[in-house]
């Protein structure tokens, strides 16, 4: 998903009767369904792993913002060009609530975008992939949003509490995302040949891609298991990529364009469409930095952080000159 | 990547909605200073109409109970349950109260 690979410091998960009673008090309050608050005692791992997610997921929606930007100002009429702004600066909103909620767990702004910076914490693969035309303006909105709302959906109610309300903000936000992108490719897909063929395009490449998003299978990860125990990861990755599924091939029926698997099909018995993995080497290989557009991504990130520097500074010490000219004159 | 600049300063925001209710804390976010975290607000935090006045405030100058105190705040409520209309039993006869 939007935090694809964290891995967690636990070897596995204790009993409630292996925990000393801080930790048992802990586990018990998760398993009634409580939240954990900023001030609460926690476990070293819980926030450490929090911190990675709720961080990898925030990168995720900053650097998002890039492969939609790139067509901001090429969108096609300016209503377009409005809603696409919008969607954009939703991103970067999102962004900032998980900033917040990741910076109560005592990380700071600052440390986050560094570690971006540098490339030592990830952000989702999806946004490493190019966008060729406006039919992947669509196809993003309409596949990388939908996916992201299946992982977003469960995880307003995770367990601590500041992640759980940024994403409930979140959600509200998101339906707008998917609908403007499905618009899109309904427009296309009404369109004229050649527009067809774009929509169709895009849905091609974003496929596989999207299908990543949620994460190689982690059915028998010890990592999984702790998460789940601690109520910060919900499903599992091949439950939510099944309901993705399940989802989008009638979506795309309806818009007469084809999923680009020729093992798809429904599985009566299963009650689930049954589909081909997406290509994991391919996965893993952009994980590392090679996919198309990581270099790219990360250049971007950083101008803009180095860009920025003359008005970070400027605007504190403006603020602080003013505060010296109130302080003076009382 | 290293910047000398310091971090700016984390203010909580907390909005008033539409319909009468009191401000509530929304979140938080940096500015340099309070009238830019107002500003900035206004765009992270009410983007669809969620408000109609925002307060910022340094985070630094919250003071908050912390969780050990939840007994010694809390738990003398308990034994107030003639706080609660509930705890009187009206007779019916008497009607609505
Ligand atoms: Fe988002
Ligand atoms: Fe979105």
Redesign the pocket.
């Known amino acids: 998903m939007?935090a694809q690979m964290i891995k967690s410091t636990g070897e596995g998960v204790k009993s409630l009767d292996e925990m000393d009673p801080q930790e048992r008090a802990f586990q018990e309050r998760i398993n009634a369904g409580g939240k954990i608050e900023p001030k609460d005692w926690m476990p070293d791992g819980y926030r450490k792993n929090l911190i990675r997610q709720i961080g990898q997921h925030a990168h995720s929606?900053i650097v998002?913002q890039l492969p939609e930007g790139n067509w901001i100002t090429r969108a096609p009429t300016l209503e377009r060009k409005a809603i696409l702004l919008a969607k954009v600066q939703?991103?970067a909103g999102?962004?900032l609530y998980l900033y917040c909620a990741a910076e109560t767990l005592g990380v700071t702004r600052d440390q986050l975008t560094r570690d971006l910076l540098s490339g030592k914490m990830k952000y989702s693969s999806i946004f490493n992939y190019p966008t060729l035309t406006w039919a992947d303006m669509g196809a993003v909105g309409w596949l990388v949003?939908g996916a992201?709302i299946m992982n977003?959906v469960p995880l307003q109610r995770t367990s601590y509490g500041p992640y759980a309300r940024a994403m409930v903000r979140?959600c509200k936000?998101?339906s707008f995302?998917q609908r403007q992108g499905y618009d899109i490719m309904m427009k296309m897909a009404q369109g004229t040949d050649a527009q067809r063929k774009m929509a169709q395009d895009a849905l091609n490449r974003f496929w596989g891609p999207a299908l990543m998003m949620f994460g190689p299978s982690d059915e028998n990860s010890v990592h999984s298991a702790q998460s789940m125990a601690w109520k910060i990861k919900m499903n599992s990755n091949d439950e939510l990529r099944q309901k993705f599924v399940d989802e989008c091939v009638p979506q795309a029926e309806y818009l007469g364009l084809t999923v680009p698997d020729p093992d798809l099909k429904w599985n009566e018995e299963r009650g689930h469409y049954d589909f081909t993995q997406p290509d994991w080497d391919e996965f893993f290989d952009v994980l590392k930095g090679n996919g198309p557009c990581n270099t790219e991504r990360l250049a971007a990130r950083n101008k803009a952080w180095d860009d920025g520097a003359w008005v970070r500074d400027g605007l504190m010490a403006h603020a602080a000159k003013k505060r010296a000219a109130k302080l003076a004159a009382e | 990547m290293t910047h000398p600049t310091k971090e700016w300063p984390l203010f909580e925001v907390f909005i008033r909605g539409q319909h009468g209710l009191s401000h509530r804390h929304v979140g938080s976010l940096h500015a340099a200073n309070a009238e830019m975290a107002i500003k900035s607000a206004r765009d992270v935090y009410t983007r669809r109409n969620e408000g109609v006045s925002i307060w910022v405030v340094l985070a630094s100058d919250i003071a908050a109970s912390s969780p050990e105190e939840k007994g010694s705040l809390y738990e003398p409520a308990n034994d107030k349950v003639y706080r609660h209309p509930t705890f009187f039993d009206i007779p019916d006869e008497v009607g609505a109260m």
Request: aromatic residues 8%.
């Open positions: 939007y929606e998002g939703d991103e999102h962004g949003d992201a977003q979140i936000e998101e995302h």
